[in-house]
């Protein structure tokens, strides 16, 4: 798959979602006109995304954001404590604020906030100048109350995607979570707003989360959205969560026939390999990490460079990200993923000593 076949399927991918959105959400007759409304802003982002891409230049549809490193729980496997980084300082609102309006003159228009726990800063004030983008918040739901959900109702673009692993949730990020999860998803059932929920599938929760009983459940809760991601390791330690050979075969199914079977809306990396393998270092996603790293993609905290000293337009241009996109379907062909780049002592050594030599000799 070339770049230019990315970027057709991932701005397919875009305008599907919306419109299944409308499609799906016609019960809640209160958010057709804010999905109307982000129909057109999502047009207009690709027109500059496609006059972007004249250029040479590939922007994202999507960014992801981490907006702080600070969180309320200490959750086993926890991605961002599982990397060891060296503590930088945050970037700051004024930052953020920055990156936003760069974003969005580029063609943005999706935001993935995370964190640590993004309803630690004050979301409705960062996205307050934005509301022509969409802001997808992964948050563990312990701080949405009610006043956060009159917030919430005055406050479209910005929808909740509560994260858990079925379950297994308390055991893995706390006593009480999915007793939180599941009140907060009533709340906001209750109010009709927009809100789904984003799943680590490991080899213990596989058989749960990817059943037909589990997604009937959820939506009868209200959930409209579905986040699937696999479980990928950092270190060695919990291998025994990474999903089995056999599994990941019956992952693939599940996710490539949900939206079809059961008429909602799922986002999941292991689609990605029916298109060509991951569309992350810049062609569909890219992440911008609490100490203003821009990297590969949430699930691989890989950069060579930082937007604190430059612009996303520049930054997406880096080393890296270039490289990454030049040898795309070299390393898919023989084997490789974004997400277990980190795997690779090629591209290791590459980015640590920003010589991409040896990769160009490799490939």
Known sequence: MTNEDSNAFFESGIKSFFK?????????????????YSIYNQYKAYLKRKEMLKQGINIPPVMALSITDKCNLNCKGCYLKSQ????????TDQEIEKYLKESKELGVSIILLLGGEPLMKDVFKLTKNHKNMIFSMFTNSTLIDDSMVKKLKKNKHIIPILSMEGTDTNQRRGSGILESIENVSKKLNREKLLFGISLTVTRQNFDEVCSEEFVNKHKRAGSMFFSYFRYIPIDTSTMDMVLTEEQEKRFEEFTCS?????KTLILSPAIEKKYGGCLGAGKGVAHINYDGSLEVCPF??????SVRN??????LQSSLFMNLRKHHKKMIDNGLSMCTLWKD???DYAIKNNDFSVVDNTY
């Open 20 to 36: 299944n959105s409308l499609q799906f959400n016609l019960k809640y007759y209160k958010s057709i006109p804010f999905i109307i």
């Open 310 to 315: 430059m612009s996303i337009r520049e930054a």
């Open 345 to 347: 002592e090629k591209w």
């Open 258 to 262: 949900f939206r079809e079977k059961y």
């Open 84 to 91: 060891k980084r060296t503590q930088k300082a945050p970037i």
């Open 300 to 305: 691989a905290p890989f950069s060579d460079v």
